[in-house]
């Protein structure tokens, strides 16, 4: 293997060592709504289960594999969603291992008959551990042990995290911002102090129907969507535009991430991908899956990362009665 490739198992293991957590981050995150704010929890007819499986780089050696599974449920009645979620990351030779589990609850305020106001509220539980058999320590070249004293000393990191979120929702925009890492845990692998800094989003976007049928228009056979989504952490920030097209039971998505025109230091720019999203709704049977590829353009090359695989499905169950009642949402599925 070239030494290019081990450059960024390298750096990866480097950075958890530091404590400065990176935070999955999924392409299709209207598919993962809990995980991009927990305003969206219960934001269905009555259950929605997904999966999210997601390979990024896989040209380098063992970089990032995310997998999410969550369920969320609309206690209409009490105008609140909960929800439940159970993420893993995994990242570079080394394994660090991030697990996640969390619960999510949102309240719902009418605004009017087309457009309310949502506020969420999350509480996670984190472990992140790394596979020790997988580095080489000092102490390991002067007495040739297979396994590092020092490595044994260190435990896996195990805190608390806690997110907030809210949407603004009508028929055709929505526009909501979410944070997480509000109460700062520390998860540094040794004995210092190193607190996650506050990790904040904002997502939105609008929707133009072209044409609709039933009761109130509520039945979408063919829309255009356009959205965005920024998120920053410290001095690092990032940004998705891109649009959808729905057509009947199929959905096509087109997605740029990066700000070309910032550097954070001369010869290093923040282009990221061009992401290719393909979705297909099952009619009447409420289950959706999509795929979507991300093309880097970074300096890192597609030939080098081969880019990044994505999918996610979604099942919502209901009652007829329950698919009846109108429910506000105009973000894509995808």
């Not at 589990?101 to 984190?126: I, T, W």
Request: hydrophobic share 35%; proline share 3%.
């Amino acid at each position: 293997m070239k030494l290019k490739n081990y450059i960024l198992p390298i750096w990866l293991i480097l950075f958890a060592f530091r404590g400065l957590a990176q935070d999955p981050q999924f392409t299709q995150f209207y598919a993962n709504t809990m995980y991009l704010n927990p305003a969206f929890t219960g934001l269905t007819y009555e259950h929605r289960f997904a999966v999210a499986l997601r390979n990024q780089w896989p040209g380098v050696r063992r970089t990032y594999q995310t997998g999410m599974f969550s369920y969320d449920y609309n206690l209409s009645d009490l105008n609140s969603g909960i929800g439940g979620f159970v993420m893993q990351d995994v990242a570079g030779t080394s394994r660090l291992i991030h697990t996640q589990g969390g619960l999510s609850y949102s309240y719902r305020f009418k605004v009017d008959k087309n457009s309310e106001m949502r506020a969420g509220l999350q509480v996670a539980m984190n472990q992140k551990r790394l596979d020790y058999t997988k580095l080489i320590f000092n102490d390991q070249f002067i007495n040739g042990a297979n396994v590092s004293q020092d490595a044994l000393q260190i435990e896996r990191v195990n805190y608390l995290d806690i997110g907030a979120g809210a949407v603004y929702n009508t028929t055709n925009f929505w526009i909501g911002v979410a944070a997480k890492h509000l109460n700062q845990p520390n998860a540094s692998f040794i004995a210092n102090v190193e607190p996650l800094p506050i990790y904040f989003n904002l997502h939105g976007g609008y929707r133009y129907i072209i044409t609709a049928r039933g009761s109130g228009k509520t039945k979408l056979e063919e829309f255009v969507s356009a959205s965005i989504h920024y998120r920053r952490q410290q001095r690092y920030d990032q940004l998705d535009i891109g649009a959808y097209y729905f057509k009947d039971f199929i959905q096509f998505g087109l997605w740029y991430r990066g700000l070309p025109y910032k550097r954070y230091k001369p010869g290093f720019g923040s282009r990221e991908s061009i992401s290719v999203l393909v979705g297909i709704e099952i009619p009447d049977r409420f289950f959706k899956i999509g795929y979507s590829y991300d093309l880097t353009v970074s300096r890192l090359g597609v030939n080098n990362s081969q880019g990044a695989h994505e999918i996610t499905m979604v099942y919502e169950l209901a009652k007829k009665k329950k698919r009846n009642k109108r429910v506000v949402v105009s973000c894509p599925k995808f």
